[in-house]
């Protein structure tokens, strides 16, 4: 099972990015599906996060500018990203828990991420 995430660029300050997250491979079912971001010389943070259900969760820095979905059909989770600072320069990385056949262990998977860089 892969992710491969797309979408990253460099914007100026106030524009907006959609990110997306497709899986691909053997997956019988797809559960939480979420976005990560790590700065240079910095942790990586949780940024936003989807259940199988469509409930979604923020961190508190982006509530009110990003937005998660996903569409189950394509096996792909989105992030759109409007009013861009630049402390949102990061690359954003995307992550899912699947399960490659129907009863089988869950397993957390890990997308490459995709750059963003925003400038003032």
């Known amino acids: 099972v892969q992710l491969q995430a797309s979408g990253g660029g460099l914007v100026q300050a106030g524009g907006s990015l959609r990110l997306s997250c497709a899986a691909s491979g053997t997956i019988a079912s797809i559960g939480n599906m979420g976005w990560y971001r790590q700065a240079p010389g910095k942790e990586r943070e949780w940024v936003a996060a989807?259940?199988?259900?469509?409930?979604?969760n923020y961190r508190d820095s982006v509530k009110g500018r990003f937005d998660i979905s996903r569409d189950d059909a394509k096996g792909t989770v989105y992030l759109q990203i409007n009013s861009l600072k630049p402390e949102d320069t990061a690359v954003y990385l995307c992550?899912?828990?699947?399960?490659?056949?129907?009863?089988?262990?869950?397993?957390?998977?890990w997308g490459q991420g995709t750059q963003v860089t925003v400038s003032s």
């Open positions: 992550s899912a828990t699947v399960r490659r056949t129907w009863g089988s262990r869950p397993l957390e998977v």
């Open positions: 989807i259940s199988s259900g469509g409930s979604t």
